[in-house]
T-cell receptor, first 111, second 111 residues
Framework: GQQLNQSPQSMFIQEGEDVSMNCTSS?????WLWYKQDPGEGPVLLIA?????ELTSNGRLTAQFGITRKDSFLNISASIPSDVGIYFC???????????FGQGTRLTINP | GAGVSQSPSNKVTEKGKDVELRCDPI?????LYWYRQSLGQGLEFLIY????????KSGLPSDRFSAERTGGSVSTLTIQRTQQEDSAVYLC?????????FGQGTRLTVV
């Protein structure tokens, strides 16, 4: 069954706007990862989170490991055209090594 | 390069033929994943190898799909008697522990 719910499925925003997306689960995770996929490429790791409550930034990107260990969010500030792509969350369930992935959030930026 | 390498990058095959897709993971990575991605869609988990453990084959869609990983390194995904619905991008990822690193993918077109 689906272990990670990622939302929204798609976003249409104006350049310069801030973006927020999240992943939730009914299960506890030990690790949260956020990836971005450009067209024709494989996903690339953006941010890795290892501790509950951890807040990590990478340039205009900020991600947090939820305190309950069942959710994570990714924020992008002041979006630019190159932010377009599909963003995936992923995580390791408590007691497991295999990564599970969310369904992805497709980000489109209107000119 | 030191990244995950997949070959071929593109493959066009006739319906009913068998195909083999290759993945060269990053040296020393114990875990290897195969995913399938239809155009603009999410990542569909296929199979997971972790060290010497039995692979997790729970995502393979039918018995036409199989994969092996020789010597804990190179992996081959085989699709027998290809069908048009097998057309997709097949992505491989390897991981030393938590963070997974993806290859560029193989775009398979069944005509």
């Amino acid at each position: 069954g689906q272990q990670l719910n990622q939302s929204p499925q798609s976003m249409f925003i104006q350049e310069g706007e801030d973006v927020s997306m999240n992943c939730t689960s009914s299960s506890i995770f030990n690790t949260w990862l956020w990836y971005k996929q450009d067209p024709g490429e494989g996903p690339v790791l953006l941010i890795a989170l290892y501790k509950a409550g951890e807040l990590t930034s990478n340039g205009r990107l900020t991600a947090q490991f939820g305190i309950t260990r069942k959710d994570s969010f990714l924020n992008i500030s002041a979006s630019i055209p190159s932010d377009v792509g599909i963003y995936f969350c992923a995580g390791q369930l408590n007691g497991a090594q295999k990564l599970v992935f969310g369904q992805g959030t497709r980000l489109t930026i209107n000119p | 390069g030191a990244g995950v390498s997949q070959s071929p990058s593109n493959k066009v095959t006739e319906k009913g033929k068998d195909v083999e897709l290759r993945c060269d993971p990053i040296s020393g990575h114990t875990a290897l994943y195969w995913y399938r991605q239809s155009l603009g869609q999410g990542l569909e988990f296929l199979i997971y190898f972790q060290g010497n453990s039995a692979p997790d084959k729970s995502g393979l869609p039918s018995d036409r799909f199989s994969a092996e990983r020789t010597g804990g390194s190179v992996s081959t995904l085989t699709i027998q008697r290809t069908q048009q619905e097998d057309s997709a991008v097949y992505l491989c990822a390897s991981s030393p522990d938590t963070e997974a690193f993806f290859g560029q993918g193989t775009r398979l077109t069944v005509v």
